[in-house]
């Protein structure tokens, strides 16, 4: 493997001014379980990695009127955070279900989101929720809707001298319910064939559905909302009619490709089966508000 | 160039020169010659290379060296106690056979050395959970099982 310096900045301000400073050369690590993959597969070959792990505060959930998770919170923390998994299930649920144990003791969500693969663990969750990432450089910061955060398969929003900060989490309407679902090849430590995040917000005198959040992960070149599928389930009761609808809406909603994970055909289909089984399965969870 | 990094390898505080891209395990292995910690996949995936950091279990095949700077590493040699008797979890593995070739067992008992040190008590569930980034290809899961599940009964 290619020598590399690696430089451990103890502020962000430091961080941004190495980033500045070495440019194409760097290349920022946070958990590195993607960074040390691809520098070993050779898609990546830097001069110089700049590690995050050593900036006080980016690592802390904080609740200050809207929730922010630090982008080198590691998936462990969160799946293991009694405020996640009260408040924000659905995401607890996707990171949790991320590698192993030893990928998510040091896995962050900024390295899973800066990745941007399209079959990202806690994108479908995220984008359900409405989050919003939370960018820094030298010029400032600025906040960018987790939907426009990802632009293609591998390719994110940030300019070349930006750090993702966090995540900024709005709470969801009271009465929300929803689920993950994740299909893999095998049961644990493998990518996702299709991912699923259900939210939906459900009058709890009549049942009627007032507000719905569907996104698919692994059936697009990037992590998207199932908008057409929403506009279906919104304003009506979710009986097996409306559910079934739902789910041959949301196969038409994406555009997967054939990998080795799977055909497009399968994905297309998969997807449209686990809509409606999030949707069936956030329904039995009724009584839990989100 | 080469840089200093200090941290507590199975108890003890040391000091050592490193080339800064290496990992962990290239560290432990070639450095250190401490082998008991094995290189399989060298890309997260089998848990071969399972090491213990601040009491958590991590992939040192993946794990910067750099970030070991002021840590505190438990290796497959830091289990048994000064008078070369074995761990608990060690002697579970062995009376239960859990133990063929022994390539993935180093990661498998620090695997369990971390729940175990967390929960006592797992559940069978639990167990599969903290184990699924383990692969072992030739004892079986079930043995392996059994011998975390031991490890705590009668106490
Ligand atoms: C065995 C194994 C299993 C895996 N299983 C899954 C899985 O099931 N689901 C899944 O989604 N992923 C999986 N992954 C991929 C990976 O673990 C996740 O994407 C993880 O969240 C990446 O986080 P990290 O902190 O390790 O990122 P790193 O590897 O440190 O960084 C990833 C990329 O993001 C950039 N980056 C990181 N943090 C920031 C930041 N704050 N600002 C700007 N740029 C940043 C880095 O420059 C790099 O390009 C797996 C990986 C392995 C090795
Ligand atoms: S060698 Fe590290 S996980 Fe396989
Ligand atoms: S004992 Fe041989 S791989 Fe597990």
Redesign the pocket.
């Known amino acids: 493997m290619k020598k590399f310096d690696y430089l451990k900045p103890n502020t962000l301000e430091e961080a941004l001014s190495l980033l500045n400073q070495y440019g194409d050369r760097a290349?920022?690590?946070?958990?590195?379980?993607?960074?040390?993959?691809m520098n070993r597969q050779k898609k990546i070959s830097p001069d110089v990695f700049i590690s995050?792990r050593g900036i006080p505060g980016l690592d802390q959930i904080e609740f200050n009127g809207i929730f922010k998770i630090g982008?080198?919170v590691t998936?462990r923390t969160i799946e293991q955070s009694e405020l996640i998994r009260k408040r924000f299930p659905i995401l607890a649920g996707a990171s949790s279900?991320?590698?192993?144990v030893q990928?998510r003791n040091?896995?962050?969500?900024?390295?899973?989101l800066?990745?941007a693969?399209p079959?990202?663990?806690?994108s479908p969750s995220l984008l359900v929720y409405e989050a919003e990432a939370h960018l820094v450089s030298q010029n400032g910061e600025r906040r960018l809707s987790l939907e426009s955060f990802f632009v293609g398969p591998g390719e994110n929003a940030?300019d070349k001298k930006e750090?993702?900060k966090g995540i900024l989490l709005p709470s969801p309407p009271p009465n929300s319910v929803g689920a993950y679902l994740k299909l893999g090849r095998r049961k644990s430590?493998?990518?996702?064939v299709v991912n699923v995040a259900v939210l939906l917000t459900l009058d709890p005198k009549t049942g009627i559905c007032e507000r719905a959040r569907i996104a698919l992960g692994a059936v697009a070149p990037t992590p998207l909302r199932a908008k057409e599928t929403e506009k279906i389930l919104e304003g009506n009761l979710l009986d097996d009619g409306i559910i079934r609808k739902a789910g041959d809406c949301a196969k038409q909603e994406c555009s997967p490709i054939t990998d080795i994970r799977g055909s497009a055909e399968y994905r297309r289909e998969m997807a449209g089966v686990l809509v409606e089984k999030g949707i069936r399965q956030s329904l039995v969870n009724h009584s839990r508000i989100v | 160039m080469k840089q200093t990094i200090r941290f507590k390898l199975n108890g003890d505080p040391i000091q050592i020169e490193v080339e800064p891209h290496l990992t962990l395990l290239e560290v432990l292995r070639n450095e250190l010659e401490l082998t008991g910690t094995k290189e399989g996949c060298g890309?997260?995936?089998c848990g071969a290379c399972t090491v213990l950091i601040n009491g958590r279990a991590v992939n040192s095949c993946?794990f910067p060296i750099m970030e070991t700077d002021g840590k505190n590493v438990i290796t497959i040699e830091g289990l048994a106690d000064v008078d070369g008797n074995l761990h608990p979890i060690q002697r579970s593995f062995i009376e239960n056979g859990a133990v063929q070739c022994g390539f993935c067992t180093s990661g498998m008992i620090l695997s369990a050395k971390a729940l175990l040190d967390e929960n006592p008590k797992p559940t069978e569930e639990e167990i599969r959970t903290a184990i699924s980034g383990n692969l072992c290809r030739c004892t079986g899961y079930l043995q392996i099982i059994e011998a975390i599940k031991e490890v705590n009964k009668n106490s």
């Open positions: 290349k920022m690590i946070a958990g590195g379980t993607d960074a040390i993959v995050l982008a080198l998936h279900v991320l590698g192993s990928v040091v896995a962050t969500i900024g390295g899973n800066c990745t693969s079959s990202a663990e806690t940030l750090i993702l430590v493998d990518l996702s | 890309m997260g995936e993946l």
